[in-house]
């Protein structure tokens, strides 16, 4: 059976094309809020990470009534990191919005997120984002994207797909790129006309897959899913089983049951088919999991969600300086914290190492982890983390494979040369170079994921903050050798004590300073990059020695050069194999693994042997 008062649709793009001012301009028209109430901008990325870095990293449910029918709608991340959240939500919808950028047209994430769709065999509506941008070319994008449908074998269903033109920001949307829209109105006549009805049977026994978890302090997990077969009811008696897991079979009952009403969960004694739903009050509930009813009781399957690529080691803090600042210091409050982060995060994984104080993290990519740091330390904790690794493989004859990534750069064609031989000296493959107009060369690389780590700095110095570079996993290939991360060696704190003007003043002079003065240091330390190979102690504590005819007074004529503060993701990229960054809710500080400078030298001659 249908249910005809209802659609489930995903909204799927590449990062920064406009998926989740899509969904504001939906709510908005929809009638969601009343006239006089303030919205923010971009409403549904709640949580202050995404705000602060306008990119969504949760997958976020929301629901809007068009004439009669309620539309779900599920916003979903653009970032290649987050791809797990977008696998798994994939299975809740009937149909997706593809977001193409009208000027940056279809990019790597765009081909990731819709191979995933296809795969599921899911209806696609094509809208063509930002036609107002001055520089757009619609033509050339709705070409490119049929392109990529053939590429991806879409079936002919799929590539007879309807083609909007929006403006998000406008908050207009047309059927044709030449007719300017007034509203949203095409949009929504364009997911009831094209996206199935869900359906199901609801005579048969309870059967809702669970797709999404969500936390709260006061409930607890909540399960977010969508009702296949049968209905759910408040207290209704349930048993889980999951297709991974064909032992698994664990009564509950259903505490608290809510459907979805524009930016808030609404309580429901019943939820038909075709219903998204939340469930909380049931504490062992996990992604995969099948609530069904006990006389039948059978598992929805659900898709592997992609291994993980990187890993970095987290660690307890054992600077001089640790344990002054963090709330959260002990191995027990990592290790809770970071098992707690699996209730909600698939694509990460957490494993215990032969030290009870050190722990191996794995996710998607850097800006995947750096965001779990960021967390953690924004709750209090203080912790230390390796340089992030790359995961590698072993085929059937026991060669070595190593992650591959696809990296699409568009840059002024001025600095094409520059970029193109920093990517080879970290062993990517040129594949192709196109001119974009408006003068900006595209260029698209295939280069292993170690070749990326700790390049985006770089990156945007060379090309003076107007590159752009987008990353998505391509297979695991071949191992390419060895790569040299960094080509500068450190400024390393000589002593432990405070920075004086004097002391940073001399050790200014042998690369950039890190930290101004007044700051605590301690020996083995990192507080400067140095523009050489090779390390350099400083001693940044020197004081002027004072005598009868100089005061210490005169140390006010010496100028310093402010120093370079690195953010987060600037100091995991430039940390080298040899060091550590050490996290806590007010500092960012980077030390050598072995602080002793004499044990230091003697495990670089180790190596070298």
Not at 92 to 105: C, K, R, S, T, Y
Not at 232 to 258: M, R
Not at 509 to 519: A, K, M, N, V, Y
Not at 537 to 544: A, I, L, P, Q, R
Request: net charge negative; hydrophobic share 35%; aromatic share 6%.
């Amino acid at each position: 059976m249908k249910r005809e008062d209802v659609r489930n649709i995903a909204i799927i793009a590449h990062v920064d094309h406009g998926k989740t001012t899509l969904v504001d301009e939906l709510l908005k028209q929809s009638g969601i809020f009343r006239e006089n109430q303030e919205v923010a901008e971009r409403v549904m990325d709640s949580n202050d990470i995404e705000r602060e870095r306008g990119i969504t990293i949760l997958s976020k449910n929301t629901a809007v009534t068009y004439e009669g029918t309620k539309i779900n709608i599920i916003d979903t991340p653009g970032h290649a990191d987050f791809g797990g959240e977008v696998e798994r939500v994939l299975k809740m919808v009937n149909g997706v919005i593809l977001v193409v950028d009208a000027f940056e047209g279809a990019m790597p994430q765009t081909k990731f997120v819709l191979k995933k769709a296809l795969e599921l065999d899911l209806n696609v509506i094509v809208c063509i984002n930002k036609i107002d941008r001055p520089e757009a070319r619609p033509a050339e994008v709705e070409e490119e994207v049929l392109e990529l449908l053939l590429e991806l074998d879409a079936n002919e269903k799929q590539l007879d797909c309807p083609f909007l033109y929006a403006s998000a920001k406008e908050g207009i949307c047309s059927r044709t790129p030449n007719e300017p829209g007034t509203d949203m109105k095409p949009l929504f006549e364009t997911i009831i006309e094209s996206i199935p009805a869900p359906e199901g049977d609801p005579e048969a026994g309870t059967q809702v897959l669970i797709s999404t978890i969500d936390y709260n302090e006061y409930v607890g997990r909540i399960g977010v899913g969508k009702v296949d077969n049968g209905s759910l009811k408040l207290n209704q008696e349930c048993v889980i089983v999951n297709a991974h897991e064909p032992d698994k079979k664990v009564k509950v009952k259903i505490g608290k049951l809510y459907e979805f009403e524009g930016l808030s969960k609404v309580e429901v004694n019943e939820a038909q088919i075709g219903s998204i739903v939340a469930i909380s009050g049931i504490q062992d509930i996990h992604i995969g999991d099948t609530i069904c009813s006990p006389e039948n009781p059978e598992a929805i399957p659900f898709q592997k969600i992609s291994e993980p690529t990187i890993s970095m080691d987290f660690m307890v803090n054992d600077s001089p300086l640790a344990g002054k600042e963090g709330k959260f210091v002990t191995s027990r409050h990592i290790r809770d914290r970071l098992f707690r982060e699996l209730n909600t995060d698939v694509s990460l994984r957490v494993e215990e190492t032969e030290s009870t104080e050190c722990f191996k993290v794995s996710g998607r990519g850097e800006l995947h982890l750096s965001v779990l740091i960021e967390n953690m330390r924004r709750e209090g904790y203080e912790f230390a983390v390796s340089k992030a690794e790359v995961i590698y493989k072993e085929d059937e004859q026991g060669k070595r494979l190593e992650p591959y990534e696809v990296a699409v750069i568009d840059v002024p064609e001025e600095f094409a040369g520059t970029v193109i031989n920093m990517l080879n000296e970290r062993k990517g493959e040129l594949n192709g170079m196109a001119p974009l107009g408006t003068g900006t060369t595209r260029l698209e690389f295939s280069i292993p994921s170690r070749g990326l780590i700790g390049f985006r700095g770089g990156f945007l110095t060379a090309t003076k903050g107007n590159g752009v570079i987008n990353t998505v996993f391509d297979g695991y290939q071949p191992y390419k050798g060895e790569l040299n991360y960094r080509s500068n060696g450190s400024l390393i704190a000589f002593e432990s004590g405070e920075s004086i003007t004097y002391g940073l003043f001399n050790a200014q002079e042998r690369g950039t300073l890190f930290i101004g003065p007044g700051e605590k240091v301690y020996g083995g330390m990192v507080v400067g990059e140095c523009p050489r190979a090779e390390d350099i102690e400083v001693n940044v504590c020197k004081k002027k020695q004072l005598t009868n005819t100089r005061a210490s007074g005169s140390d006010d004529a010496l100028k310093l050069t402010p120093p370079k503060v690195l953010s987060l993701e600037q100091a995991l990229d430039f940390i080298d194999t040899d060091e550590l960054l050490e996290i806590t809710p007010e500092h960012l500080r980077i030390r050598k693994k072995i602080l002793d400078p004499t044990l230091r030298m003697r495990a670089k001659r180790a190596l070298k042997q």
